[in-house]
């Protein structure tokens, strides 16, 4: 997951895309992390409850939310979150490969749904989905 984000992505302007990472393995917040920090503002909760006080602090633009977390469901905080803002940009990762939880995030309104293990790649393509929303909104 060290791979460098894709050429399509270094050609936009980086520096005002706030990226939060929901993840309780430290693991992989590091990884998203040092992968993305050269090219966005990241910032990383271990929990929901510190997932809920970034995003009402930094309002980013893309938010990746592990569904399995300490204190409290993913699913829920993306329900949270799609409340304050329906258009904040939410992908929603696990380990599990279940219909239920990928029609659980579609219900919730995610915009993306990514299963673990993934490698940069996918989290480049959510990246690049979200861009390209974002340019067409604005034009």
């Not at 309780?24 to 050269?38: G, N, Q, Y």
């Not at 939310?65 to 300490?70: A, M, V, Y």
């Not at 219900?107 to 979200?130: L, Q, S, V």
Request: net charge negative; charged share 30%; hydrophobic share 35%.
């Amino acid at each position: 997951m060290t791979s460098k984000p894709s050429d399509h992505i270094s050609n936009v302007e980086h520096h005002k895309l706030c990226i939060l990472i929901v993840e309780d393995s430290t693991f992989l917040r590091d990884v998203f992390r040092k992968a993305l920090r050269a090219h966005y503002s990241i910032y990383t909760a271990g929990g929901a409850k510190e997932g809920w006080r970034l995003y009402a602090d930094k309002k980013p633009d893309i938010v990746f939310i592990d569904i399995g977390l300490p204190d409290g469901s993913g699913h829920d905080l993306t329900v949270q979150i799609k409340k304050d803002n329906p258009a904040c940009y939410i992908v929603m990762a696990t380990a599990s490969t279940t219909f239920e939880e990928k029609e659980m995030a579609a219900h919730n309104h995610a915009d993306g749904f990514i299963t673990k293990p993934f490698n940069m790649r996918e989290i480049d393509d959510c990246i690049e989905r979200y861009l390209s929303i974002r340019s067409r909104d604005e034009a």
